[in-house]
């Protein structure tokens, strides 16, 4: 071996951690307080694009808009979650991160917190007059007075050989410790409420009803224990809606309010009970609750095929594309004419001014303009699933027969029609209703969550206002001396009033006031 082989062997080499030196290192990293403030930013942070990008939960018809109008765009919000946040894969992955960090730092903080609680306070020190506070008495004072009249100061009170200890404001470690498990009673709380609970969106027009059933939802969020049978057995009809616009100065056309009227079963054979359902005013029934999101039009048409049968009569939701003017896009298809299917794209005006285009929000002059009309296999009966707004795939589209192309033809008042070319039917504008969108869900954690957010609050208030400090008095020969020391740090000018109040107390026998 030579002399560099053996300088070679000679040099330590550092010792590699192995499995269970990571695994220490990880979970010693993941529960530190700095990585827990890391999550709690990153959890507040992935919950904005909630916010700004529209969520298939809360309003579906904003989701399908953006993925008519800008499809590209929609996509990669879809590729990456961002129309269903809260339900992600990312978001329950910090969700879990967070509640693993928080469950270790709670933890070994309760142990310590236990055994601060159980220790006496420290013994006084020999020289009180080194502290921050110190003042000597004017009257003699025995050990057995000072700690009587700390002990009504509310002072948790240890006594010596001449000296007496005293100290307050355990609340404040109360508080951070009542936060933190308050936190994690929240995250409890959302996931049980995901578990056991389930929301869904429906699509009501005016004289349409629905049942609480999962077969009734256009969109349904079950949690994972949730079934069919979990369902309130409720029932309601949309009787009515009503919307107020503003008519006159710079905001007119502004929604002011609007209102659906509802006839509601609370359960099957139930009498049926009137309820105004309005936005932030909720239907409640034993827990469940249905929330108004949105509304539109829904004109009714009446398609008369080539064989001069009726093969399609009633309203036909329309997505909203000018939210001032609530100027909205229609599809409708005829599966069912014949000889050949029918589809027809309209634009809706609620009140036209002639000319293509609606003034006002408000039905005052309700017309329907026909961009395109349409015959052939429509492709509903493939099996692939369609949106109610778009009326077929683009390949399907390239293989439908155009009967009408163009705004060419004069806008449909109520009552008007046009009669197809090539005698393949008739298309009529009979009248014009209302839709109203609603968020039904039903949240068991809702309650638990509420009491852990007040008790949060509660506690980061005991937190930032409660003062950590301690009071020593010596006695000796009769002469007593008190100093004082806060533990918390920024509190010293508060402590300066609270310490001349006990040296009056500890002078005088008088009582603290607060």
């Given amino acids: 071996m030579t002399v560099d082989e053996l300088e ?6 550092p010792a590699g951690m192995g499995p269970v030196g990571w695994l220490r290192w990880t979970w010693r990293t993941l529960t530190a307080m700095k990585t827990a403030l890391i999550l709690l930013f990153l959890f507040a942070l992935a919950s904005v694009p909630g916010s700004l990008v529209p ?17 590209t765009l929609a996509e990669w919000y879809d590729r990456f979650q961002l129309f269903d946040v809260f339900t992600s894969a990312w978001f329950a992955a910090i969700y879990l991160l967070l509640f693993t960090s928080l469950i270790g730092c709670v933890l070994p903080r309760t142990a310590t917190y236990v055994r601060e ?19 000597p008495l004017d009257d003699p004072l025995t050990v057995e007075e000072a700690a009587r009249r700390l002990r009504r100061l509310r002072f948790r009170v240890d006594v010596g050989d001449g000296w007496v200890a005293a100290e307050k404001g355990y609340l404040r470690e109360t508080g951070n410790l009542l936060f933190h498990v308050s936190l994690l009673g929240l995250l409890v709380a959302v996931g049980f409420g995901s578990l056991y609970g389930y929301r869904g969106n429906v699509l009501v027009a005016e004289g349409d009803g629905f049942a609480n059933t999962v077969a009734a939802y256009d969109r349904f969020i079950p949690g994972t224990q949730v079934s069919a049978e979990s369902l309130e057995p409720f029932s309601f009809t949309l009787k009515d809606f009503q919307a107020s616009y503003q008519v006159e100065g710079d905001k007119r056309g502004q929604e002011l309010d609007y209102s659906a009227f509802l006839s509601v079963n609370d359960s099957p054979g139930s009498p049926a009970r009137d309820y105004t359902l309005k936005v932030n005013e909720p239907l409640e029934i034993n827990g469940t609750q249905t929330y108004l999101i949105g509304h539109g039009y829904a004109p009714v048409f009446k398609v008369t095929d080539g064989k001069g049968q009726v093969a399609f009569e009633g309203p036909v939701p329309c ?19 014949q ?10 005006l609620p009140t036209s001014d002639g000319a293509g285009a609606s003034l006002f929000p408000g039905a005052l002059n309700p017309q329907v303009q ?3 009309a349409f015959s052939g296999d429509l492709g509903v009966r493939s099996g692939r699933p369609q949106s109610v707004y778009e009326l077929a795939p683009p390949e399907v589209m390239r293989k439908l027969t155009p009967l009408v192309m163009g705004t060419g033809h004069a806008p449909l008042a109520v009552g008007g029609s046009l009669d197809l070319p ?22 068991p954690g809702r309650l638990p969550a509420l009491i852990a957010a007040a008790a949060a609050v509660a506690g980061i208030v005991c937190s930032l206002t409660i003062r950590r400090r301690r ?28 310490f001349a109040d006990i040296v009056k107390v500890l002078s005088a026998g008088g009582k603290d006031a607060r």
């Fill in 319 to 337: 997505l909203i594309e000018d939210k001032p003017s609530l100027t909205s896009g229609c599809v409708v298809k005829v599966p069912d004419a």
């Fill in 8 to 13: 070679k062997e000679r040099t330590p080499r």
């Fill in 339 to 348: 000889p050949s299917q029918l589809g027809f794209l309209l634009r809706f």
């Fill in 422 to 443: 090539k005698g393949a039917g008739k298309l009529e504008f009979t009248g014009a209703k209302e839709w109203i969108t609603l968020q039904i869900a039903y949240d």
């Fill in 117 to 135: 609680l159980r220790r006496r306070p420290p013994a006084a020190p020999r020289n009180l007059s080194r502290l921050p506070y110190f003042s």
């Fill in 55 to 71: 969520q298939r939960g809360v309003e579906p018809d904003k989701v399908a808009q953006l993925f008519q109008n800008n499809p």
């Fill in 471 to 498: 009071v020593w008095v010596r006695v000796k020969d009769g002469v007593a001396e008190v100093g004082g020391l806060t533990r918390t740090e920024g509190s010293a000018m508060g402590f300066t009033e609270e």
């Fill in 370 to 372: 026909l961009l395109g």
